[in-house]
């Protein structure tokens, strides 16, 4: 595997790939448009295969960074695209569903295996989201660290904003880190 390289576009942002990936429903496109917009809608909308957007942001440190944050659909029937849509991903934000068990394991199976189709060295970052309707504890970070060795595990909410901000924050601070070793 390479290591994240230095990507500086011409306006002298670093820019990375960022990939939302998880269960149909767990939040994906929410916690997007919480962090990008500041935006939350009640009504669930599937996605269809990826929608890219682009936000661009300025680190504590005066770092520019262009995060392109890929919303990839978690139906079935997309399975055999996604990992067209991983390619080059140099940051991974994995989301369940804190109040649906399924969506937790199935990051152990089919999302696991999944991720694995990305042939570069990738910062990951774990997100129960949706903890603004209570948190059922199903969870085992212990197990979680063990699969997949994130760089952090964090509870959110794409209603109120409970750490979406700081999700993408740590998530971005990470995979600029490696630039500075």
């Known amino acids: 595997m390479s290591t994240i390289m230095m990507k500086e576009d011409h ?10 990936v998880g269960d149909a429903a767990v939040g994906k496109t929410s916690l997007i448009n919480k962090y990008v917009f ?6 669930y909308k599937a996605s269809i295969g990826s929608n890219i957007i682009i936000k661009d942001l300025e680190t ?6 262009k995060l392109s944050i890929w919303d990839i659909a978690g139906q079935q029937k997309w399975e055999v695209m996604r990992p067209v849509y991983y390619q080059r991903a140099d940051g991974v934000l994995l989301i369940y569903d804190v109040t649906n068990k399924e969506s937790y394991d199935n990051l152990f199976t089919t999302w696991y295996h999944e991720i694995q189709t990305i042939h570069q060295d990738f910062k ?6 949706k903890s603004d309707k209570g948190d059922l504890k199903f ?17 959110t909410s794409a209603k109120n904003g409970e750490n979406v901000e700081k999700a993408f924050i740590e ?9 500075y070793e």
């Open 11 to 20: 306006f002298g942002f670093y820019v990375f790939k960022v990939i939302l």
């Open 38 to 43: 500041n935006q939350f809608a009640e009504d």
């Open 60 to 65: 504590d440190d005066g770092k520019k960074v």
């Open 124 to 129: 990951l970052m774990i997100l129960g989201n």
């Open 139 to 155: 969870e085992d970070e212990n197990a979680l660290n063990e699969k997949f060795n994130p760089i952090k595990i964090i509870k």
């Open 171 to 179: 998530l971005t601070k990470a995979m600029i880190a490696p630039l």
